[in-house]
């Protein structure tokens, strides 16, 4: 089991930046591969980036490749997302998720445990 919660989402200017932190708990979190994913209102949910455990390798979805990073800190079982170059697009609910799998699934059906998100919202 996988407790996910989502935190650091605001209000920013298009632009501007922001941390979005992932803190997990729950004894396997270390060998699991974490997304982050996000909702606007009426769209489906979206992969924005995830991590593998072993190796750790990243995979990003076009939209914000190149403006936005993840990261994981296994010993503060923490998973992080660096939003740079915000743009009013951005703005949504962003979801971390969790599967005890090696590789980085980019589809909501890959992954077992959710956190309950955090909003982001950006200004022009």
């Known amino acids: 089991q996988v407790h996910l919660v989502e935190s650091g989402g605001g209000l920013v200017q298009a632009g501007g930046s922001l941390n979005l932190s992932c803190a997990a708990s729950g004894p396997t979190f270390s060998r699991t591969s974490v997304a982050w994913f996000r909702q606007a209102p009426g769209t489906e949910r979206d992969f924005v980036a995830g991590?593998?455990?072993?190796?750790?390798?990243?995979r990003y979805s076009d939209s914000v490749k190149g403006r936005f990073t993840i990261s994981r800190d296994n010993a503060k079982n923490m998973v992080y997302l660096q939003l740079n170059s915000l743009e009013p697009e951005d703005t949504a609910v962003y979801y971390c998720a969790a599967k005890e799998t090696i590789i980085v699934v980019k589809s909501t059906n890959g992954y077992d445990y959710w956190g309950q998100g955090t909003q982001v919202t950006v200004s022009s």
């Open positions: 991590i593998s455990w072993r190796p750790t390798v990243t």
